[in-house]
C-alpha cells in the first residue's frame, strides 16, 4: 500500500490505517510505504524525526516512513512542495514493494500515484486506485492556485498525468457513485466501482457520553470535529450561531485545528458569541465517541464547489458509526445518503440561515427522536458503509489485480 498519510494521524488521514488493519485481518501480509505523521499541524509529530527512511511494524503491518516537506496550512507553494516531495520520495524508494504481489494506492493526493507507476514500470506489480478526491479539481476548482494562466497549466498538467495512472490501474474503487461516474467520464480502461470510506470501528463505535468542562452543560452542543480548514467553510456555521440570538441554549464546539481556526475565533469574538462556539483544539481520536455522544449532533460542512458533490466526508461514517445524528451542510452524495437512511437533518452548503434552522430543528427535537436517528445511522453503518463489506470488496478487487501479474 502507497499512502502519504498513517497513523498516528488522525482525522481523515486515519483512514488508511483502518484500510491496512482491516486487511490484516482478513489474512494478508500488508506493508505500507509512508511518510513521517505531521497532520494536521504542519509539523512533525513528537517521538519522529525526519530521515531518509524509517522502518516501523504496528499491529503486525510493516511500514517505510520516506521524508517529505510537512505542510498544511493555505501557502500553495509550500502545500506544493509538501505533495511533490512525498511522490519523490516514495518513487525514489518503491523499490521495497518490488516484491509484492499488488499495490493499492490510497490517492490523495493524486501525487501518490507516480510511485505506483514506477513501480509497475520496474517490477510489474499491478495496482489498485483507491480515489479520496477528484484532481484536478481539488486544486483548481477550489482557488488554490490564484493565477489563472498558472492554474490552467496545472490543470492540463494534471489531467495528462492522471489519464496515464488511470489508464494502467488494473482496478479503480471511489468513494461515492458520483465521484465513480465521473471518473469513468474520462475513460479509463477499467469501470470505476463505488466503495465508501470506512472508520476505525475500535474507536468509533456508540460510547457514553464525556462532557467536557469547557462546554456549559446548561447548553446544547452542535459538534464539529475534524480539519478546520477553508473548505469546510465553518464561518457559517459561526454566523448561524449568531443568528440564534433568542436561543442561548444553543452552542458550537469546534474540535480540531487548521488554518482556519484564528480566523474563526476572531470572528466569534466579532459577533459577540465566542461563549457560545468553543474551540476545543484537537483531541486524541479515543476521546471522540465520548464526546460526540455528549453533543446534540454533528456537524458535517464542506464549500459549495462541485468536486464535493461527489464526496461523502468520512466524519459523515464516524458520525453514523457512533449513532450520533448528523447535521449535514454538503451538497451531493453525502446528503443524499443522510436523507435516504433519515440519521440527520440536511442543509445547504455556506447557508447560514439553514444551517441556524437545522440547529435549531435538532435541539428541539424530543430525544427519543434523536436516539432513534442515530440507531438508524448505526445500523445503515453496519449494513453498508463497514470495514467488513468495504474490505471485502477492496479485497475481490485487490485478487483480481494479483491474478493479473501472474497471468
Known amino acids: 500500500m502507497i499512502s502519504q498519510w498513517y497513523e498516528p494521524e488522525t482525522g481523515s488521514a486515519a483512514h488508511p490505517t483502518a484500510i491496512a488493519r482491516a ?11 509512508t511518510g513521517f505523521p505531521s497532520y494536521p499541524q504542519g509539523r512533525v509529530h513528537s517521538g519522529y524525526r525526519m530521515a531518509p527512511r524509517r522502518h516501523e511494524v504496528r499491529d503486525g503491518v510493516q511500514l517505510l516512513r520516506v521524508p517529505d516537506v510537512p505542510s498544511h496550512d493555505d501557502n500553495a507553494l509550500r502545500r506544493a512542495a509538501s505533495l511533490t516531495s512525498f511522490a519523490a520520495s516514495a518513487t525514489l524508494q518503491v523499490g521495497w514493494l518490488r516484491h ?30 483507491y480515489v479520496q478526491d477528484l484532481w484536478p479539481e481539488t486544486v483548481t476548482a477550489s482557488g488554490f492556485i490564484g493565477n489563472r494562466r498558472a492554474s490552467d497549466a496545472a490543470e492540463r498538467g494534471i489531467t495528462a498525468f492522471l489519464t496515464r495512472l488511470y489508464g494502467r490501474a488494473e482496478g479503480i474503487a471511489a468513494i461515492s457513485p458520483t465521484m465513480a461516474r465521473t471518473i469513468a467520464e474520462r475513460g479509463p480502461r ?20 464525556v462532557v467536557d468542562p469547557a462546554l456549559a452543560p446548561d447548553r446544547s452542543w452542535i459538534m464539529y470535529a475534524g ?39 476572531e470572528l466569534a469574538a466579532r459577533l459577540g458569541v465566542s461563549d457560545r462556539v468553543r474551540f476545543l483544539g484537537p483531541r486524541p481520536m479515543a476521546d471522540m ?25 468520512s466524519k459523515v461514517q464516524a458520525s453514523m458509526a457512533c449513532a450520533s445524528p448528523v447535521l449535514c451542510s454538503v451538497a451531493g452524495d453525502a446528503a443524499a445518503l443522510v436523507e435516504r437512511v433519515r440519521c440527520g437533518v440536511t442543509v445547504a452548503p455556506e447557508d447560514a440561515q439553514e444551517l441556524a434552522a437545522g440547529m435549531r430543528t435538532l435541539v428541539d427535537l424530543p430525544l ?32 483480481a489485480a494479483a491474478r493479473s501479474r501472474h497471468r
Not at 486487511?23 to 510505504?33: E, I, K, P, S, W
Not at 477499467?190 to 457520553?209: G, H, K, L, M, Y
Open 227 to 265: 480539519g478546520v480548514g477553508e473548505v469546510q467553510a465553518l464561518e457559517h456555521a459561526v454566523r448561524a450561531v449568531a443568528l440564534l440570538g433568542n436561543r442561548p441554549d444553543i452552542g458550537l464546539a469546534i474540535v480540531g485545528d487548521g488554518v482556519a481556526r484564528p480566523g474563526l475565533e
Open 289 to 313: 465517541p465520548g464526546l460526540m455522544a455528549a453533543s446534540v449532533a454533528q456537524l458535517v460542512s464542506l464549500r459549495d464547489l462541485e468536486l464535493f458533490r461527489g464526496t461523502i466526508p
Open 368 to 399: 427519543p427522536e434523536r436516539q432513534e436517528m442515530g440507531a438508524r445511522g448505526r445500523a445503515a453503518y453496519e449494513r453498508e458503509l463497514g470495514s467488513a463489506a468495504g474490505a471485502e470488496h477492496l479485497e475481490r478487487m485487490l485478487l
Open 190 to 209: 477499467v469501470s470505476p466501482e463505488s466503495i465508501p470510506n470506512w472508520v476505525d470501528e475500535t474507536v468509533f463505535r456508540p460510547a457514553p457520553p
Open 100 to 129: 509484492v504481489d499488488v499495490c493499492l494506492v490510497y490517492l490523495t493526493p493524486a501525487t501518490v500515484g507516480a510511485a505506483a507507476m514506477a513501480l509497475r514500470a520496474t517490477a510489474g506489480v499491478p495496482y489498485v486506485l
Open 23 to 33: 486487511l490484516t485481518a482478513r489474512g494478508h501480509d500488508v506493508q505500507v510505504l
